[in-house]
């Protein structure tokens, strides 16, 4: 049974479980992700480390996808993912970017906007050998983002690569294959609050410092 569209309309959710003010915030925007992050990862979300990646085409045409969070450092936040991809052209062309982070068990949201590097291929090696085989194996056999004829093509393609890696504990990282660090110059800081009355703390890169104001709900 399909849901009406006033059914839908009807669908809301009061916020009642914190407040945010500008007194309560770190002077650096990281430094507060890194508070939130960790209260997330000892709350009961699910993956608090997933977040929504925006990207821009090089015919102005956005998309998103959950990608997920790989580490955090004083420069900024790092995923890794297939050059090749959508998402990778996408930041070749273009490489102003956006994240975003909801974690409704805390009632929270975090959106960040900054600008896509690539990291250091020695950090990439090193991530891809701590994955699990089966990661490395799927990031060989996946073309990502193209048209694939089957499913049974992308297994066979795997079961080709099991094969010719069964003995080897060291799989090399395929060159299409590696990480981004999003440097951030935008930071909101979205917590819930009765009414529909949010609030929403900002950080906004001037120079070599933060400017830190508050928007209306």
Known sequence: MSIQHKDIAAIRQDYVLGNLSESDVDHDPIHQFKKWFDEAAHSEVIEPNAMVLSTVSSQHLP????????????????????????????MKDNPHAALLFFWPELQRQIRIEGIIELVN?????????????????????????????????????????????????????????????????????????????????????????????????
């Not at 990439?124 to 194996?137: H, L, M, T, W």
């Open 63 to 90: 998309s998103s996808r959950i990608v997920l969070l790989k580490d955090i450092s004083e420069g900024g936040l790092v995923f890794f993912t297939n050059y090749e991809s959508r998402k990778g052209e996408d």
């Open 121 to 217: 291929e020695s950090d990439s090696d090193e991530y891809f050998q701590s994955r699990p085989k089966g990661s490395r194996i799927g990031a060989l056999a996946s073309p990502q983002s193209r048209e694939i004829p089957n499913r049974n093509f992308l297994e066979s393609r795997v079961e080709e690569l099991q094969k010719q890696y069964s003995d080897d504990v060291t799989i090399p990282r395929p060159v299409h294959w590696g990480g981004y660090i999003l440097k951030p110059i935008y930071f909101e800081f979205w917590q819930g609050r009765a009414s529909r009355l949010h609030d929403r703390i900002v950080y906004k890169k001037v120079s070599d410092s933060w400017k830190i104001t508050r928007l209306a709900p």
